[in-house]
């Protein structure tokens, strides 16, 4: 008989913290403004928001998904009615001062600025570094996207991608080997079958939302993954580089917040809105065919299927460039409108002046309004209660939150990624971690423990589950240990809790257990397929070729730094247990 894993109840855990919360941080008002003292607002968002993103697994409202679903439509037929509306200029001919006089110049100016930017782009540059995606595909479940699983044949395929993908195997013969070699046990028809276009599913946003994704045909998702690549490439040589500018919005989102000199701009629905004919018209030829090529034009929804008025949403991987692309060229266009200048290019000293990250755009203050039309004139959807363009001191971007200066961002507690004891542990970590730097925000760093509702609660959860509390230094994962070392002295006089061991050797080095995310490799591992995926990445990304992403589980670490200062607490009394 197969014993029965332990677990335990996360909704339990969450109204505990929540209720701890509530009597640690007084209000001194309910109603939420904009205009609060900073710390007022941070106290008011630590309280009424902790479980804004926090999805239970239990009793899921099912509308949610039908609302979701609902909402998509609506876009969609949204943008049937902006593409008829949408008059792009005559390039021919120079329009007199008028009403779209404006208008007509951002467009013109934006579609210079895009083929500025997207350099001629070679079929051997795109096939190399087309790769399969880390998520599911038309035929591939979530519950095994690995390359194996994506190398079954036949690959799903929209009609139009199938003469790319033929041409794909002449130039990559090593795949074409080993994935005929892979699948050389189970007879097949050929490499691949036709579909209509992707299947809509939806995902847990918030406890209130869920959002509507895309997952594509196997074989599309593999060109469009080269596509993002390339598009990358070519955003980077313009100040975009995806992998540094959350926490350049981050910081400009600040000053901003004082100076009120930047807006920060977001949108609803920005990946569906963006319009096909407004990309045709913007992006170089060469470019919009083959982004067009491998898009789904259909959706599956509910069983039926569904025409897409937009380019693509998410799910497709050239969303997200071409998104930040356009909202780019037309906020560039904007500023170098405003400023006068007969130029259509912006000086080098000027590029950074407008910077976008997916559909969280900063422009300068005073081209605020002028950017948020020229954008809905092409179908985009401004969400007012997100973006802040006026004298206020609050701004917000990738996910920092300011108010004059002062960061007003509130843990978001987040559901685990499983009920299993095992996960138990590290969940209480980043729980622990998260809260602590905001307590210390909130309350200063002499105070901010001497604050019993939470700190209570929280340790009697591991005397509860049994578990001793392990200290590890600042710089490790928050779901690996719980980072108090410097205060270490005064949580062990304060509250009752068992830690783990920390030994130090002679060197002063300490040891010390930590959790770990283990990731299971799986037996059927066909190391033909990785090593040739191995062969076509950068050198500077290449880690070990037999590496591979799977799902696994925590487990306990044994760890070993000089960079780790933890005082003598043997000698401290301890309150009772």
């Known amino acids: 008989m197969r014993k029965r894993a332990k677990i335990f109840s996360p909704d339990e855990i969450k109204t505990l913290v929540s209720q701890a919360l509530t009597r640690d941080i007084p209000l001194n008002s309910h109603v939420y403004e904009r205009e609060y003292d900073p710390l007022e607002l941070a106290r008011f968002r630590a309280v009424h928001e902790l479980d804004k993103k926090y999805v239970s697994t239990r009793n899921r409202d099912e509308m949610l998904a039908v609302d979701a679903y609902l909402k998509f439509l609506f876009v969609n037929m949204h943008m049937v009615e902006s593409d008829e509306e949408l008059i792009l200029p005559d390039l021919t001919i120079e329009r007199p001062q008028s009403t779209d006089y404006i208008l007509d110049r951002c467009l013109k100016r934006a579609r210079l600025l895009m083929h500025n930017v997207l350099t001629p782009l070679s079929e051997d540059e795109w096939f190399y570094a087309c790769k399969h995606g880390a998520g599911s595909s038309v035929g591939v479940p979530f519950r095994d996207t690995s390359l194996e699983a994506k190398s079954k044949l036949p690959w799903s395929v ?37 579909v209509k276009g992707s299947r809509a599913t939806t995902v847990a946003k918030s406890k209130s939302i869920d959002r509507m994704i895309a997952i594509e045909p196997t074989g599309n998702m593999f060109f469009q993954q080269g596509l993002m690549e390339c598009l990358y490439r070519r955003m980077r040589k313009i100040g975009l580089a995806v992998e540094t500018l959350p926490d350049i919005h981050k910081e400009r989102a600040r000053l901003a917040s004082i100076t009120s000199k930047e807006a920060t701009i977001d949108w609803s629905s920005a990946s569906d809105c963006v319009s096909r004919k407004l990309l045709r018209w913007l992006l170089p030829p060469a470019w919009f065919d083959v982004v067009d090529l491998v898009r789904s034009p259909s959706i599956l929804m509910d069983g039926d299927w569904v025409d897409l008025s937009m380019f693509s949403t998410m799910g ?24 006068g200048t007969l130029s259509h290019f912006p000086e080098w000293k000027d590029r950074h002046l407008c910077s976008v990250f997916g559909d969280d755009c900063i422009v300068p203050s005073d081209t605020a309004h002028t950017f948020i039309s020229v954008c809905e004139s092409v179908g985009f959807i401004v969400n007012e209660e997100k973006s802040f363009y006026d004298e206020g001191g609050f701004r917000e971007s990738c996910g920092g939150d300011y108010l004059r200066g002062y960061d007003v961002r509130p843990f978001n507690l987040k559901a685990p990624t499983s009920v299993r004891r095992s996960a138990l542990e590290p969940w209480l970590y980043v729980i622990g971690n998260g809260l602590l730097k905001k307590y210390i925000s909130c309350f200063g760093v002499r105070d901010y423990i001497y604050q019993p509702g939470f700190w209570t609660e929280y340790f009697l959860l591991f005397r509860k589950y049994d ?36 030994g130090v050797d002679r060197h002063g080095s300490y040891d010390f257990r930590f959790c770990r995310f283990n990731y299971k490799q799986n037996a059927s591992r066909v190391d033909d397929l990785h090593y040739v995926t191995w062969l076509k990445m950068p050198g500077g990304e290449r880690g070990p070729w037999w590496y591979q992403r799977r799902k696994g589980g925590y487990v306990v670490a044994k760890g070993r730094t000089g960079h ?14």
Do not use: C, H
Not at 177 to 188: D, K, L, Q
Not at 564 to 577: C, G, K, T
């Open 158 to 194: 929209t009609d139009r991608v199938i003469p790319i993908l033929e041409r794909y195997l002449e130039f990559d013969s090593q795949l074409n080997s080993a994935v005929i070699a892979y699948n050389s046990a189970t007879p097949v028809g050929g490499w691949y079958r036709s």
């Open 564 to 577: 780790f200062s933890v005082p003598n607490v043997n000698n401290i009394r301890r309150p009772r247990q």
């Open 316 to 339: 497709n991987a050239v969303t997200f460039p071409l998104e930040t692309l356009v909202f780019y060229t037309l906020g560039m266009a904007t500023i170098l409108q405003k400023q």
């Open 467 to 502: 578990i001793p509390v392990k200290v590890v230094p600042s710089f490790f994962p928050d779901d690996a240990g719980l980072k108090i070392s410097n205060d270490l002295e005064r949580f062990v006089a304060n509250y009752a809790f068992s830690m783990s061991r920390i």
